[in-house]
Antibody, heavy 120, light 110 residues
Framework: QMQLVESGGGVVQPGGSLRLSCVASGFTFSTYGMHWVRQAPGKGLQWVAFIWYDGNKKYYADSVKGRFTISRDNSKNTLYLQMNSLRTEDTALYYC?????????????WGQGTLVTVSS | QSALTQPPSASGSPGQSVTISCTGTSSDVGGYNYVSWYQQHPGKAPKLVIYEVNKRPSGVPDRFSGSKSGNTASLTVSGLQAEDEADYYCSTYAGSDNVLFGGGTELTVL
């Protein structure tokens, strides 16, 4: 069955960096766009970034543009999120999510998330 | 861009229907038929229940339905069941390669 497993979260100081990973299985990863979505503790969902199935196009929320980079390695069925210049407001549970075919704006299946805490 | 506006809470008795609204602008909800809805139980990942305004993914009961009028989208849950108690989030494409979520609505089954 379909699975998305995130990892790489942890505690980091403001200004620091982290790289999140999301390993996919149970579907043809290389044919689907993928998203990162975050949820601050006790708060709502916020879209972070999207990458086309082939990695050729990437889109970011204004709040992370210039600091975060989404990428993928289709040979490893893995999605990444490189997070630099982290701020306390980036503290959240980060989910990776699969998109519907030929979309770019739906979150069809979600992982369980990895927690990022930015604190001094 | 601001988040879409949802009521913080909604409630209904078992068997009843409840409708949750999601209000945006002509640049997001009103401008595209790309509204989706997500159900999130406590401590769990969200689950897609409606996409493209009114389409249900395979496996989602037909008790869940969606609609849109102008800048407001709606999710209706008919024949409420205890398992429907969860947080519900709307989302839409908002142009300029941007996606917005609503603030979420906590649905209580009385």
């Amino acid at each position: 069955q379909m699975q998305l497993v995130e990892s790489g979260g942890g505690v980091v100081q403001p200004g620091g960096s982290l790289r999140l990973s999301c390993v996919a299985s149970g579907f043809t990863f290389s044919t689907y766009g993928m998203h990162w979505v975050r949820q601050a503790p006790g708060k709502g969902l916020q879209w972070v970034a999207f990458i086309w199935y082939d990695g050729n196009k990437k889109y970011y929320a204004d709040s992370v543009k210039g600091r975060f980079t989404i990428s993928r390695d289709n040979s490893k069925n893995t999605l990444y999120l490189q997070m630099n210049s982290l701020r306390t407001e980036d503290t959240a549970l980060y989910y990776c999510a699969k998109d519907l075919p030929r979309s770019g704006y739906y979150f069809d299946f979600w992982g369980q998330g990895t927690l990022v805490t930015v604190s001094s | 861009q601001s988040a879409l506006t949802q009521p913080p809470s909604a409630s209904g008795s078992p068997g009843q229907s409840v409708t949750i609204s999601c209000t945006g602008t002509s640049s997001d909800v009103g401008g595209y038929n790309y509204v989706s809805w997500y159900q999130q139980h406590p401590g769990k990942a969200p689950k897609l229940v409606i996409y493209e305004v009114n389409k249900r993914p395979s496996g989602v009961p037909d008790r869940f339905s969606g609609s849109k009028s102008g800048n407001t989208a709606s999710l209706t849950v008919s024949g409420l069941q205890a398992e429907d108690e969860a947080d519900y989030y709307c989302s839409t494409y908002a142009g300029s390669d941007n996606v917005l979520f609503g603030g979420g609505t906590e649905l209580t089954v009385l």
